[in-house]
């Protein structure tokens, strides 16, 4: 089974057993995750449902990604800027692909007690 989910602001396509690389996520090395953004999910052709789909994930490690050297000059100017910047990153490990979306119950008011509150009021 496959997913198709969308972290950071990019899309990535996951299997079960699936290594990647997204922007920096919390959370400790060895620690499980669910990515609930799911775009798309199906099993080899075949396209399912992803109401109340989620991916679970297991970070494998927080690590920078290789330096990016930022040069900027003007020329006949004697401007000469040189930067650098790493961008930090999360490395997961796709474990399951399934299970059902925890919702948090709302909890319903009963309705006698608000029977009760009618008579008092009227009279």
């Given at each position: 089974?496959?997913?198709?989910?969308?972290?950071?602001?990019?899309?990535?396509r996951v299997a079960a057993?699936?290594?990647?690389?997204?922007?920096?996520?919390?959370?400790?090395?060895?620690?499980?995750?669910?990515?609930?953004?799911?775009?798309?999910?199906g099993e080899g052709s075949?396209?399912?449902?992803?109401?109340?789909?989620?991916?679970?994930?297991?970070?494998?490690?927080?690590?920078?990604?290789?330096?990016?050297?930022?040069?900027?000059?003007?020329?006949?100017?004697?401007y000469r800027r040189r930067?650098?910047?790493?961008?930090?990153?999360?490395?997961?490990?796709?474990?399951?692909?399934?299970?059902?979306?925890?919702?948090?119950?709302?909890?319903?008011?009963?309705?006698?007690?608000?029977?009760?509150?009618?008579?008092?009021?009227?009279?």
């Amino acid at each position: 089974m496959f997913a198709i989910v969308r972290t950071g602001g990019k899309q990535y396509r996951v299997a079960a057993g699936d290594k990647i690389v997204v922007e920096k996520l919390e959370g400790e090395a060895g620690a499980s995750i669910t990515l609930g953004d799911i775009l798309l999910a199906g099993e080899g052709s075949e396209l399912k449902s992803v109401e109340g789909l989620t991916v679970s994930a297991e970070i494998i490690a927080q690590a920078k990604a290789e330096k990016i050297i930022v040069f900027k000059k003007r020329r006949r100017h004697n401007y000469r800027r040189r930067n650098g910047h790493r961008q930090q990153h999360t490395i997961l490990r796709i474990t399951a692909i399934g299970g059902e979306e925890k919702k948090k119950a709302v909890k319903a008011k009963t309705a006698a007690p608000a029977e009760a509150e009618a008579p008092a009021a009227q009279a």
